[in-house]
């Protein structure tokens, strides 16, 4: 009798981790690979958060805080959203988790049942279909390819939706794509949702402050769903903040009550002294944060130009995030060296072994046939990066 949960041996362990380990260990031996692979910026957590935290450490913010985090820290989140997005929260609506995957997970736990089905848009986050297993519902598929921009319709969304269905959930700017919502886009797909009362909207906007399009609206400034919707943030993206572990959801108070009680019995609070630095983040100079955009910006035009120019691979136009998912099946059937590509997979693994680029398939975001590239990195690697993919990809017969 297996001694491992049943819930456990369900889950899929994370494609991004596995491929980032990979290219850590071809790393150890010497080789020189270029990680495309991981979803993490390459900048320096700005001084002043991390002056914010070890004043905390001095000033003895060492011990518990509430389970839905510092009132300081949930009052900036509401000022933030407010300033940003122009939506009013109050701070009894606002949960601190470790992390927005944390907010995530809170959140389908605490509002998905044992068959319920989530609508997820595809190409779509590895750990969303994972976290509706823990919940025990039902992961609903609803593809959106290249010639689309990535995005699903308001047809597709009612086709999709059962007398089962409990949830949407909707990631813009998209990881793994890059793809923004339009506010017409949105306002389309909101139409769709009111018409169904019990439905509610996951909307994972950590990426909203990496935006190319001069503009932004979330999912929370639509009075049709006000009531049901449940927006997930942080610190991470948009503050080069990935392991200090601060994300959020702002929720209806009767979703964020459940959160915060789910919490309480399995992590507690989140990191004081992160908290710390989360408030300063909030509270100080955002002339960080339009720098790092601007960076991923120039990053973005560079990748695209880059990329567009090598025969078989199919690349669009990125509006947000730090990633390019090529279409890349014109190469299935190819051979080099005895081996042949037959799939993503096995595209990966070649351009890893071959190429010395560590990036991650499209089967992992529940979409065949494509390929993350990750350009959270300088641009001389992403020019190495691109040469080595396009000698690798040339090789392919």
Not at 262 to 270: D, F, P, R, T
Request: proline share 6%; with cysteine; aromatic share 8%.
């Amino acid at each position: 009798m297996s001694q491992i949960s049943k819930r456990v041996e369900a889950l899929a362990p994370s494609a991004t981790l596995a491929m980032s380990q990979k290219s850590s260990e071809l790393r150890a031996r010497g080789v020189d690979v270029i990680n495309l692979s991981v979803g993490e910026p390459d900048f320096d957590t700005p001084d002043h958060i991390k002056e914010a935290a070890k004043r905390a450490i001095d000033e003895n913010f060492t011990r518990y805080t509430p389970v839905p985090g510092y009132p300081s820290l949930r009052k900036a989140i509401v000022d933030n959203l407010a300033a940003t997005n122009g939506v009013v929260y109050d701070p009894g609506q606002i949960v601190v988790g470790n992390g927005a995957k944390q907010a995530l997970c809170n959140v389908i736990l605490a509002t998905v049942n044992p068959g319920d089905e989530v609508i997820i848009p595809t190409p779509a986050w590895v750990s969303y279909v994972e976290m509706v297993k823990l919940a025990e519902g039902e992961s609903v598929l609803v593809p959106a390819g290249i010639e689309q921009d990535f995005k699903i319709t308001p047809a597709q969304l009612r086709a999709a939706i059962t007398p089962r269905t409990r949830m949407v959930l909707i990631c813009s700017p998209s990881n793994p794509t890059g793809s923004v919502y339009t506010r017409d886009e949105l306002a389309a797909l909101v139409e769709v949702i009111a018409e169904y009362p019990d439905i509610i909207v996951l909307a994972d906007e950590i990426y909203q402050h990496i935006n190319y399009t001069g503009s932004y609206t979330s999912l929370g400034t639509f009075d049709a769903i006000a009531d049901r919707c449940v927006v997930i943030n942080g610190v991470s993206k948009a503050y080069a903040m990935t392991g200090w572990r601060i994300g959020f959801c702002a929720a209806p108070a009767p979703i964020a009550k459940a959160v915060s009680k789910l919490q309480s019995q399995y992590s507690s609070n989140a990191s004081s002294i992160a908290q710390k630095a989360a408030e300063a983040a909030y509270t100080g100079p955002q002339e960080c944060v339009e720098e790092m955009r601007v960076a991923f910006e120039r990053r973005r035009d560079l990748v695209v130009e880059l990329a567009s120019q090598i025969p078989g691979l199919k690349v669009n136009k990125p509006q947000g995030a730090f990633y390019l998912f090529p279409e890349v099946s014109s190469f299935f059937g190819k051979s080099f060296n005895g081996r042949t590509i037959n799939n993503a997979d096995d595209l990966c693994m070649y351009l890893l072994e071959e190429g010395h680029v560590a990036c991650v398939s499209g089967d992992a975001f529940c979409l065949p046939g494509y390929i993350r590239l990750s350009y959270a990195t300088s641009d001389d690697n992403i020019r190495e990066a691109i040469r080595r993919i396009a000698a690798a990809l040339a090789n392919l017969k």
